[in-house]
């Protein structure tokens, strides 16, 4: 655990510039067993401190890999530095940020590191239970993966804090044969907050997972291949939350926003039907703790709430400090660091579509021709909200019932034209949060949705 001693080293911060020292920790392990076989047993750590000073308008930014008290105050000096030649040699005229509300929010939960063999423990035993389970199956992987990141952030006028947050998961990967030759795999990813001693310590619902994998695969050995066209379609809340997070939370992140995205001009205008509201949530959603919990951002804010989208209208823009200075209005928590060396940028953090009323079950009844797409190995997007998933899991309906299921294909489509077209939502909402957004840098982002029925382009053989 990082030491909170980097409160006291405010001593050091230069007068009247708005500066952040932030201390870091973040650590990965891995290990990952294919057809029996150990493949990758990795860990990584790394810790560091690094300082971002504003003078002017500009920002001024050193790092270390050391963390004393020596290497704090080395790199306030050097960003402060850094920022004062910047500030003489771009003369900016943009003046201070707006006031925020100043604090401390300490630690709330302490994490122990977990052995490697525990990783490697969970891989076999899982791997075993596959072997005794799953006939007919040409080869499987079962991965075991952690990151934890903590931070201790202390700013001149915003809050302190001391955070962190853990994240362990299990991928399951089985392939075979289609009946005529076609290789088929089929991919689960389950885990979430918390180390994988705690998440995984009883193996149960793991090997109820390899079940629904295995059943999943075998389903797909009768696959047949979608039609192309643009179709009635059923996205799971997994595809809603890939949807929410690609194609349309990346345009309405502030600074892409000032870059040009499609967004730009679209605030208070209609870009869905009036049933689609989308929030990027801080810590809490519907009552219980969001996937990956932001309380304080890396720039001392104390994290709230980004409304995105309310009944259809476009409300609102994902804000560090700068941005919210430049829109006229609060910021929301949104600036996030990976690495200590890294700067903080505007991020999402768990981005869904609301719930709305309807059962699955009515959805796919009102639906005579179309497809039931259930899981993604992939999905990007651009700044105009153009964005192409491929589906990995899926099922045809006819005729109000669900049919054979699917060989891999893919959905695109533009984002405010098809959420335009949702006349469906499903009552409860599906979380994911085992991957990493790359914009620039790596971040741990969590995103979901309900059951969403829409038009949509599918690709064909």
């Known amino acids: 655990m990082l030491q909170e001693t980097i409160f006291e080293y405010k001593k050091y911060f230069a007068d009247g510039a708005e500066t952040e020292l932030r201390a870091q920790y973040n650590e990965a392990r891995r290990a990952i067993i294919l057809c029996g076989q150990l493949v990758a047993n990795s860990s990584s750590d790394y810790t560091g401190v690094s300082a971002r000073v504003r003078k002017g308008g500009v920002y001024g930014f050193s790092s270390t890999g050391e963390y004393t008290e020596d290497s704090a105050r080395r790199v306030l000096e050097e960003a402060t530095s850094n920022a004062e030649i910047l500030e003489n040699h771009a003369r900016p005229v943009k003046g201070s940020l707006p006031v925020i509300e100043r604090g401390m929010r300490p630690i709330s939960e302490t994490i122990q590191s977990v052995t490697q063999r525990f990783y490697l423990d969970v891989c076999r035993a899982l791997d075993s239970y596959v072997v005794e389970h799953c006939p007919g199956i040409t080869s499987r992987t079962i991965i075991a993966t952690s990151d934890t990141v903590e931070k201790v952030i202390a700013t001149s006028d915003g809050y302190d804090a001391h955070v962190v947050i853990p994240r362990s998961y299990v991928y399951i990967v089985m392939a075979a044969e289609s009946k005529d030759g076609t290789p088929i795999e089929v991919t689960k990813t389950f885990g979430g907050h918390g180390t994988l001693d705690l998440n995984f310590a009883d193996l149960e619902e793991a090997k109820r997972i390899a079940d629904e994998v295995y059943t999943e695969l075998m389903k797909k050995r009768e696959a047949t291949y979608t039609e192309a066209g643009v179709k ?83 409300k609102g823009y994902m804000h560090n400090r700068e941005s919210a200075k430049h829109f006229g209005v609060e910021p929301t928590g949104n600036a996030r660091a990976w690495l200590y060396s890294d700067e903080p940028l505007i991020r999402m953090r768990n981005t869904a579509i609301i719930p709305g009323r309807d059962k699955l079950e009515d959805m796919i009844a009102s639906i005579d021709d179309g497809y039931y797409f259930v899981e993604t190995n992939n999905g990007q997007a651009d700044l105009t909200g153009e964005f192409m998933f491929g589906v990995t899991v899926g099922y045809e309906i006819k005729k109000g019932k669900l049919g054979r299921a699917l060989y891999d294909t893919t959905i695109s489509g533009i984002a405010f034209e098809m959420l335009k077209s949702v006349d469906m939502l499903s009552d409860e909402i599906e979380w994911t949060s085992s991957g990493f957004c790359g914009k620039k840098q790596r971040m741990p982002v969590g995103l979901g949705g309900p059951h969403v029925r829409c038009r949509l382009t599918v690709g064909g053989r």
């Open 232 to 314: 009635t379609c059923i996205l799971s809340g997994t595809l809603a939350g890939m949807l929410a997070h690609e194609a349309v939370g990346h345009t309405v992140e502030a600074d892409l926003v000032l870059g040009g995205s499609v967004a730009a001009h679209l605030l208070d205008q209609p870009v869905a039907c009036e049933m689609v509201s989308m929030i990027d949530f801080a810590h809490t959603a519907f009552g219980e703790p969001a996937p990956l919990p932001v309380y304080v951002d890396d720039e001392g804010v104390l994290a709230k709430d980004a409304i995105l989208i309310e009944n259809g209208i476009l």
